[in-house]
């Protein structure tokens, strides 16, 4: 090894150097700053995603009267009107797959923040559905576009897309930043000082 990457420029200097060769910025081998950022971004996050729940997310306008649904009460219009797949994709894109990806990263955060003793395993199997719910992430604005839509196509309404709608696409932008600034390699760090078998 004996190498340290410049977080900067990401230029690769000797581990002896205290400052880079190419930018001069002081070496660190781990961001740890990333921590406090990963845990601002989620902790914005999980509010926003609170206020998603609490208010509108679209508004109808339909002969003049103006009404409007959050996100629960357009899953219980959905279910009311027997469209039982298409209100499971909305409850699993709108609140289950947000809630598991910000209670995910919480766990991840204070297991490093806070040594808590997580097995190796867990810690691993934890990553890769962190990682694969990541992918899934478009779905849940694809979710809200379908839900305009399909209201459009239904009757003679105008749906437009409230302020929970706003709040919920920031939702998912901060949850991804919030898991790709963290170093990971602070996690690595952690399970190589945790040895354990199970
Ligand atoms: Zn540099």
């Not at 103006?66 to 629960?72: E, L, P, Q």
Request: aromatic share 8%.
């Amino acid at each position: 090894m004996g190498v340290c990457l410049c977080l900067v420029c990401k230029k690769v200097n000797p581990i002896t150097e205290q400052n880079c060769s190419r930018c001069h910025s002081r070496l660190n081998t781990r961001n740890y700053a990333s921590i406090q950022q990963s845990w601002a971004l989620l902790v914005t996050a999980t509010i926003l995603l609170v206020l998603a729940n609490i208010y509108p997310i679209t508004l109808l306008t339909n002969r003049g009267v103006v009404t409007n649904d959050t996100i629960f009460s357009g899953i219980a219009h959905l279910v009311h009107l027997g469209l039982y797949p298409i209100a499971i994709i909305v409850f699993t894109a709108s609140i289950l797959v947000p809630w598991l990806k910000i209670c995910g990263l919480g766990l991840y955060l204070c297991a490093i923040s806070f040594n808590i003793p997580i097995s190796k395993r867990k810690m691993m199997i934890g990553f890769h559905i962190i990682e694969w719910i990541g992918r899934w992430s478009m779905l849940d604005l694809f979710v809200i576009s379908l839900t305009v839509a399909l209201v459009n196509m239904g009757q003679l309404l105008d749906a437009k897309p409230a302020p929970a709608a706003t709040a919920f696409a920031l939702v998912i932008l901060l949850t991804q930043l919030a898991a790709k600034v963290l170093d990971t390699r602070l996690l690595w760090d952690r399970l190589e000082t945790h040895n354990d078998a199970n």
